[in-house]
């Protein structure tokens, strides 16, 4: 029987190292890719510690220079949406228009048969193309958008495994090496409201913030510094907890209210990507936020958009955020808040 040729994408992470050790533990020939995002200087050390895998596996490397692709894909619209008081999800965006494509254009470049990357999900060529991970650490989430035929020839090694087993497995075989846990925003040193402030100085200055009733009740020192949900950093007249309800940017103004005001019956989402057919007037599992516990919605189709209409009031049901429907353990396709 051939072996199987496979692109991985490698992070420097532990995960995506595992995975590539799985795939060689299942003989499949392995060919890694890795690419050069940004000018982070943690950049540089996930780069040395590729290479330290790849060389630890005896598996060739392919490193693509990919800044300024990355720069105007993803940079450039994490900092606009913050400029429209929108809160964006560069993982998502990335996965689809830069890291999957990446790894595929290499497969093909190099005559393989499918690519893999360190994702805790599950992908298949069947009727579903993508389904959840195992417990907690399920990344379907940020998978959604990605090309269902890209999907049906992907491999996600760690489908059954949990951050335990893979810590467990790395020890077996990287003994030597220490992990670092990736960053949340790949391409920011520290503060991402200073890159948004760069780019657009309005979204650092200062304005009111406003009760649901129109009273002002205090200021903000910036709208690149709040997202809707959000109740750390709010200095109100008012000592009961309240959280953003809603970020208006073209009057510079915050509207907050208590947890109760703050709630929703319903959402609006663009852009839909179905991996699978949706039927109209369905119940189905939500999730508006990758650590959410699924709610039920049901959906009401409408070409480039969709509404869902949610069983009982959600909170934090952000603009800019990914909302994403399944069926049990399956992706069925996702949509961005508006």
């Known amino acids: 029987m051939l072996k199987k040729r496979v692109v991985i994408g490698l992070s420097g992470g532990i995960d995506s190292a595992v995975s590539a050790l799985l795939l060689k533990e299942q003989n499949y020939t392995l060919i890694g890719v890795t690419g050069v995002f940004t000018e982070v200087g943690s950049e540089e050390f996930q780069i040395e510690r590729v290479r330290s895998v790849c060389e630890k596996l005896g598996i060739e490397l392919i490193e693509r220079e990919m800044r ?23 993982c998502i965006v990335c996965n689809r228009r830069i890291k999957f494509p990446l790894l595929e254009d290499a497969r093909k470049e190099f005559g393989c048969d499918f690519i893999a990357t360190g994702h805790y999900a599950k992908t298949s060529d069947e009727e579903y193309p993508l389904m959840r991970g195992k417990g907690s650490n399920d990344q379907a989430y ?28 790395s020890r077996e075989f990287f003994k030597e090496m220490e992990w670092h846990s990736s960053a949340d925003i790949c391409f920011v040193n520290r503060d991402y409201a200073e890159l948004v402030k760069k780019r657009y ?15 002002r009740i205090g200021a903000h020192k910036g709208i690149a510094y709040y997202t809707v ?31 109760e005001e703050c709630l929703s019956k319903s959402l609006l989402a663009s852009d839909p990507i179905w991996l699978v057919p949706p039927e109209n007037n369905k119940v189905y599992s939500v999730q508006t936020y990758s650590t959410q516990t699924p709610f039920k919605a049901r959906i009401k189709l409408g070409g480039d958009r969709f509404r869902l209409d949610f069983l009982k009031p959600e909170f934090q049901i952000t603009p800019g955020q990914l909302a994403v429907i399944y069926e049990g353990i399956a992706v069925i396709g996702s949509g961005w808040i508006e």
């Open 68 to 90: 300024e692709t990355f720069k105007e894909t993803i940079v450039d619209y994490f900092v606009g949406e913050y400029k429209m008081g929108r809160t964006p999800s560069p």
């Open 229 to 259: 949900g959000q109740r750390r950093g709010l200095t109100t007249l008012l000592s009961v907890p309240l959280y953003v309800k809603s970020i208006i940017p073209e009057e510079n103004l915050l509207v907050v209210g208590i947890r």
């Open 142 to 169: 940020f998978l959604s958008r990605v090309d269902k035929e890209i999907l049906k020839r992907t491999k996600l090694p760690l489908e059954k495994m949990g951050k335990t087993d893979v810590m467990l497995k």
């Open 201 to 215: 100085p309005e979204a650092g200055e200062p304005g009111p913030i406003e009760d649901v009733y129109g009273k």
